[in-house]
């Protein structure tokens, strides 16, 4: 038997591995040189997640500002505690799972476009172009469930592509896929559900063709996120309803969620088109070669299914009265490996031309966090450090006065904070003195 084919997918998986770790190791010396942006897009709020599950032992439902319970599943938290713990309430031990996510998605985005036919230069072009957009460059070491949510989606992708191929381990593949997209983000792993059930219709696939229906594979992967639920109803009666369903799904939809505060549903309808430019804009220039591509794509071609993936994210995440492009984060390796494998591949150069374009886009979006940074997010940090070596050098009660939804607390390693701060000298003196109190007793 002639081992050839085995030796050069090894090797395809060998040099897209080493692409990706230079990739990453770039994007976090970048941003690493960037004004911090922990303050930004609720990170706050997964920080204090993590530190509950590591200070309080809250695995099941860690708790986060003003002690309320966590509004998602708490993969990101159950990842990063570890590491937090062993290495300390630093910024870079909670951008560390972050970071091996996208890691995994660009050497997994490179995986996707060679799926498709792409050779080394058009591969690595996929993950440039990736990694140069602004929704892939925030992606990359952003402390929330995203970037699990986009490593899952594109691990999915793979597995659909190859259950269509007829791959035997696909199957299982896409079932861990969901499994993992479930408990990073529950609902928002539903555009990968529904290219599941559809990508043979959807590609008019002849009906003898068929893979079998992937009930089986949505079945097994459900089974960890009912697990989770029930467990959280057992900590908290009434929190899946009201919190998953309630206020995650429908509020969202129905304008009446703290993150939709201020729509109405009739915005579903008017404001339609906020999401499609949002993105476009958000993708740029990736987002014109899609286009470009799919003008261009004939009949039958497989990676149409790339295609609908971006479709169906917008038409899932249209339905929400407040409309966000950061929610399609996960259509981004999608749309770099269909324009690299559809449009760039037609290039002379297209690794040097993409990689013109990446460099450009860090560029650009490095001055745009230069311009917009915050004069206080550097000196909270530093003040956060030196705090907590003083902290160890001398325990003591830590009172934390006015503080919201900044990154301090998550980096100081507090939990449970009172936010009913004094107002004066003397009743913070008593506020010091009753903590001492409980302390004693």
Partial sequence: MDGSGCELLVNTWIRDALFALILISVVWAIRSSLPSDLWKRS?????RAT????????????????????????????????????????????RVVPGFASLLTCLLTMRLARMFGAGDAVAFSAALLFAGTWLGFKSMLLVRPDPLLILASTAGLCAIVARLQGERWAGLALSGSIAFGLLAKGIAVLPLVLLAFGAPRLLRVPRAQWPPPPWWVLLGATLPFVVWIVATESVMPGYPLSVLVGEEILGRVSGTGVEASGHSPWQIVLGVWKLPVHFTLRTLPLSVFGILAWRS????DLSALLVWFVVLNFLVFGFSASRRADWMMPAVPALAAFAATRWCVNWRYPMEASLGICGLGFLVM??????NAMPWSEPL????????KAIRAEPAPVLVIGNDRNHLVGLLGLSDIDRQGPTSLEMLEGKAFETVDILDE
Wanted: charged share 20%.
């Fill in 381 to 388: 940090e530093a003040f956060a450090g030196n705090a907590r």
């Fill in 297 to 300: 794509l004939p009949r039958h």
């Fill in 43 to 47: 990170q706050p709020l997964t920080l």
């Fill in 51 to 94: 530190v509950d599950v590591v200070v309080k032992d809250r695995w099941v439902l860690p708790h986060t500002v003003d002690d309320l319970p966590l509004a998602k599943p708490p993969l990101v938290n159950w990842l990063s505690a570890p590491i937090v713990d062993t290495f300390g309430f630093t910024a870079w031990s909670h």
């Fill in 366 to 371: 490095s001055l745009n966090e230069i311009q």
